[in-house]
């Protein structure tokens, strides 16, 4: 009995057929038809059919696995790795493969991908691109599930030294990606301008949230009102808007399981959020949208859906462009949560807590791009306490 599956790849649609053969009377051992890259089911179909026939008739060299492309493989491969990740994980992977690994190997035989060639294109990784070792990483993953297949009798990758990053892909920015607290303040005074001018405060909200609470930006896209509560003054996070497949957004679980954790707030941000929940509703009411659910998104469209994950970057270039102010990455937000806990003596343990961090050295990390003024008061600390 065999299986057919319709696919899609960035040369169209295509048919797979998997099937049983039968046991090899030499081995003793069951034998299966897998192959794609058949235009029609009819013609996965009709492979099969022969295959199975030269296969009953003892003509089917099953000592002969059926040479595959890198990408067939590859596509083979992604079948099954997809039933293990997320689809957002998933998206990045395809997009790996996509911009990155096959265009290097997708077209060669995988059988003909030898060490030296596995070699060479990883120098040329590392020359490029600072996540060299993550496509080597994925592309040996296909070549592991190639050998495991029988598709290739040895796994080029055992005689490949594996290089460390080059020393500049090590450097810092010449802009560090955090702001102090005066710059915090600065931009913030920036962003509620903004956003007094185009929304009524949702961008300034945002950021707001980003900095005072240390959330990242997928779990602040995906917040609800009901994840606030008043009374306590805290926010419980427990999801994270994410992209999947074909770049459609979802709601799925946070980063890990750190990262579900209830959270507290100052008073500030307490009023900014009330106040802006009032002028959600205002402007929602006037498209005719219902806000009363406890589910309502904190911030939306117009039409009341998910803002896009990549609107919050557009949003901050164009408050930093526009006042001529120093930009940061979105993630950057966090880092500055992180640093100012630091510098308000703040425990460790407290801060990883609180930025849901898996393990305290990823805390640490951050904790060694302290800002300037952290960096100075602790040698004028250090000074006055030896006081000579």
Excluded at 98 to 124: A, M, V, W, Y
Excluded at 142 to 167: C, Q, R, S, W
Excluded at 184 to 211: C, H, I, P, V
Excluded at 351 to 367: A, E, K, P
Aim: aromatic share 14%.
């Amino acid at each position: 009995m065999a299986t057919y599956k319709q696919y899609e790849t960035n040369k169209g649609t295509f048919w797979r057929v998997s099937g049983y053969l039968g046991v090899d009377p030499l081995t003793g051992k069951q034998t299966n038809y897998n192959k794609r890259g058949f235009k029609t089911k009819k013609e996965a179909k009709h492979y099969y059919d022969n295959a199975k026939l030269q296969f009953n008739n003892g003509v089917y060299d099953t000592s002969k696995p059926i040479r595959q492309t890198f990408e067939t493989v590859y596509n083979e491969w992604l079948d099954i790795y997809a039933d293990d990740v997320e689809s957002s994980t998933l998206n990045k992977t395809k997009q790996y493969f996509r911009l990155h690994i096959l265009p290097q190997f997708g077209h060669i035989l995988i059988d003909k991908i030898n060490s030296s060639l596995l070699q060479q294109t990883l120098k040329e990784w590392r020359l490029k691109y600072k996540s060299f070792k993550k496509f080597y990483n994925y592309t040996c993953r296909v070549l592991d599930y190639a050998h495991f297949k029988g598709y290739i009798t040895e796994n080029p990758k055992t005689k490949v030294i594996v290089p460390k990053a080059k020393v500049q892909y090590k450097q810092t920015k010449t802009t560090e990606d955090f702001y102090t607290k005066d710059e915090l303040n600065q931009f913030l005074q920036y962003a509620e301008q903004y956003s007094k001018d185009l929304d009524n405060g949702m961008w300034y909200t945002f950021f707001r949230m980003l900095a005072f609470v240390g959330i990242r930006r997928g779990e602040a896209l995906a917040l609800t009102w009901n994840d606030i509560n008043f009374k306590e003054k805290t926010i419980n996070i427990d999801k994270a808007l994410k992209v999947g497949d074909n770049n459609i957004p979802y709601i799925g679980d946070t980063k890990n399981s750190n990262s579900d954790r209830i959270l507290t707030l100052d008073d500030i941000t307490v009023s900014i959020l009330k106040r802006w929940k009032v002028q959600q509703a205002r402007i929602l009411l006037g498209f005719g949208y219902n806000v009363t659910a406890p589910n309502q998104l904190l911030f939306s469209k117009l039409d009341n859906t998910h803002l896009d994950v990549s609107s919050p970057r557009n949003r901050l270039e164009r408050i930093c462009k526009k006042n001529n102010f120093k930009m940061i990455n979105i993630h950057g937000f966090r880092h500055t949560h992180c640093s100012l806990l630091f510098e308000a003596g703040v425990p460790m343990k407290d801060v990883m807590d609180r930025l849901g961090h898996s393990d305290i050295q990823t805390t640490m990390n951050i904790y060694t791009h302290v800002t300037k003024e952290s960096k100075n008061k602790s040698a004028q600390m250090f000074a006055k306490y030896v006081n000579f």
